[in-house]
């Protein structure tokens, strides 16, 4: 084996193991996009955008809609509501989420099944569970 193919050999042995992390990084599919939450007690919705912070998944509400369907004024509009959820083995995010009435979830879980974000939020006392719709 000539010293220039034993080099080669060599580099990319060395380099595999940080190519492979960096593969298995990449791989983490945060589920980025528009989302509409189920309606609150008074029939509102709110539109949450969801985006990549680092490796976790986060999400800021864009806007809020009435009953009829017509954007509504809301004091939730630009708060951040989904704080570092952190991808999961089992392809879940596990992280917190803060309600629009400043309820803080700590442990919340969020799995996307097709076109809905499946949300389950717990306190202290109970869990309950979200479906959210993709709009995009």
């Known amino acids: 084996m000539s010293g220039l193919l034993r080099r080669v050999i060599l580099l990319a042995a060395l380099c595999l193991p940080s190519a492979a992390l960096a593969q298995a990084e990449g791989q983490i599919e945060v589920p980025r996009g528009l989302w509409e939450t189920e309606p609150d007690f008074a029939g509102v919705i709110l539109h949450v955008r969801t985006r990549r912070c680092g490796n ?15 954007d509504a004024p809301s004091n939730a509009v630009g708060d951040k509501v989904l704080w570092e959820m952190r991808a999961q083995p089992d392809g ?18 969020a799995t996307v099944v097709g076109r809905e974000l499946r949300l389950e939020v717990c306190d202290e006392e109970k869990c309950s569970a979200q479906v959210w719709q993709r709009i995009r």
């Open 56 to 70: 976790a998944l986060c999400g800021r509400v864009e806007r809020a809609k009435n009953r009829a369907g017509f």
């Open 92 to 109: 879940s995010f596990f992280g917190e989420y803060r309600g629009p009435r400043a309820h803080r979830y700590l442990q919340s879980r």
